[in-house]
């Protein structure tokens, strides 16, 4: 069995802690890697984020990483047509380096092949709160739909300017790095609270911007009985008043299905088929931008989340625009082996909505309640599910027997590794 590639993601941070070179030495030695990728842009978060501590650094326990800044050279003249622009590093150990430059480098002079990704959260909070409120997804109240500490970071890709931005760092990247794979992650539509009610609960994500409004209106739609049935259910989801209370308890007492309430309400069909074209918009024009600039870089979109039709994504027409699909599946980290046995139904989902021919790099985590032996049976289900290729979330985060358990596993199918272009 032939995969494309082995792939993880490293941090600058430990870059500087760990030396490029170990964290290389241990990829290749140990798991067999033939491609990693570098976090260009990163979001607020705590690493390694299932771990307590680092295994393996020798600086700190743990890093709480900055919000949204950008760990490569920024160049002005990429961002002429934009109107927001990417903030550097503000930490001193971080800041004034071109970490994408010494990684790329790093790479090459070991044959393997370099990317770059752009995580979930191009935007800073407090500009995402403030300068750029108006790019920023708002729920049937006019609020920023409730995404945690990332609440006020969720871009609407039908803003002009969230899609330019995205645009820009992209242009950035592919034209200054010498990178084979750009990859993003940014949040879709945000997918309300579906805890509450299976479906209904999409009723309080997003996106009822102006932005939305223009291009609805623009498409034909009735955004007034959206918005109306909308804010109905909403209503009800969040008890707000004492017939909506009453309301969701005949809700709960029933068991209508999906299909029954589109039956019943249309327009609720039109409004999340009219968030699925306005992510694949986005997609559209990310690709264009990145091909314009570099014709041969992969661009590859990591699907992080399986409720597809509650964000907004549309793979069967996303599939159109990106050359390889990065599945986000990490139940390793889990310790539940059902949930391990169980990733092939995620990877055929995507499979059949892309294609056979288009790249699928599903994923694996060997982190937290991983075991070597959950590592080698997750590799054995996307294996035998038809992956092209793997990556691992995070380098972080695993240990080096859990390093070990991978090639181990790939061994065990047979697998070898044949580097190659998505691009054709």
Not at 230 to 235: E, K, L, T
Not at 375 to 385: E, S
């Amino acid at each position: 069995m032939y995969w494309k590639e082995l792939t993880t993601g490293i941090y600058p941070w430990d870059m500087h802690d760990e030396g490029i070179e170990s964290i290389l030495d241990n990829l290749q030695e140990h798991a067999g890697n033939n491609a990693a990728y570098m976090l260009a842009i990163m979001h607020h978060e705590k690493r390694p984020l299932h771990d307590n501590y680092y295994h393996h650094n020798p600086v700190r326990k743990r890093y709480l990483a900055e919000d949204s800044r950008s760990y490569f050279k920024i160049h002005p003249e990429s961002y002429k047509h934009s109107r927001i622009k990417p903030l550097p590093s503000d930490r001193e150990f971080l800041k004034d380096v071109d970490w994408l430059d010494k990684f790329t480098t790093a790479l090459r002079k070991r044959g393997m092949g370099p990317g770059a990704e752009i995580s979930h959260t191009p935007l800073d909070s407090v500009r995402g709160a403030g300068e750029f409120a108006d790019c920023i997804q708002r729920d049937i109240y006019g609020n920023p739909p409730a995404h945690g500490y990332f609440t006020n970071q969720q871009l609407c890709w039908t803003s002009p300017d969230a899609r330019a931005y995205m645009c820009a760092i992209a242009t950035d990247l592919v034209t200054h790095y010498d990178i084979d794979m750009i990859q993003t992650c940014s949040f879709l539509t945000n997918q309300g609270q579906l805890q509450l009610h299976p479906f209904l609960g999409v009723t309080l994500g997003g996106c009822f911007c102006a932005n939305c409004e223009r291009e609805a209106r623009k498409a034909g739609l009735d955004w007034d009985l959206i918005r109306s049935t909308v804010r109905h259910y909403a209503d009800i989801m969040k008890r707000a008043t004492l017939q909506a209370n009453e309301d969701w308890h005949l809700l709960n007492r029933g068991n209508s299905s999906a299909v029954m309430f589109l039956i019943e309400h249309p327009e609720l069909y039109d409004w999340l088929t009219f968030r699925c074209q306005s992510i694949t918009r986005y997609f559209k024009e990310l690709s264009e931008a990145i091909h314009a600039a570099n014709s041969k870089v992969d661009f590859r979109f990591n699907t992080c989340w399986p409720e597809a039709e509650f964000i907004g994504q549309n793979l069967k027409e996303i599939g159109k625009y990106v050359d390889s699909i990065r599945i986000m599946d990490y139940a390793e980290q889990t310790g539940d082996e059902e949930k391990v046995l169980n990733k092939g139904k995620w990877l055929s989902n995507v499979r059949r909505q892309v294609g056979e021919e288009k790249v699928i790099i599903d994923s694996i985590a060997p982190r937290a309640k991983a075991t070597p032996d959950l590592i080698r049976k997750g590799i054995r289900t996307v294996a035998l599910g038809g992956a092209d290729g793997l990556a691992y979330g995070f380098y972080d985060g695993a240990t080096i027997q859990r390093l070990k358990a991978i090639r181990e596993g790939m061994d065990e199918c047979e697998i070898q590794l044949r580097y190659y272009s998505s691009r054709g």
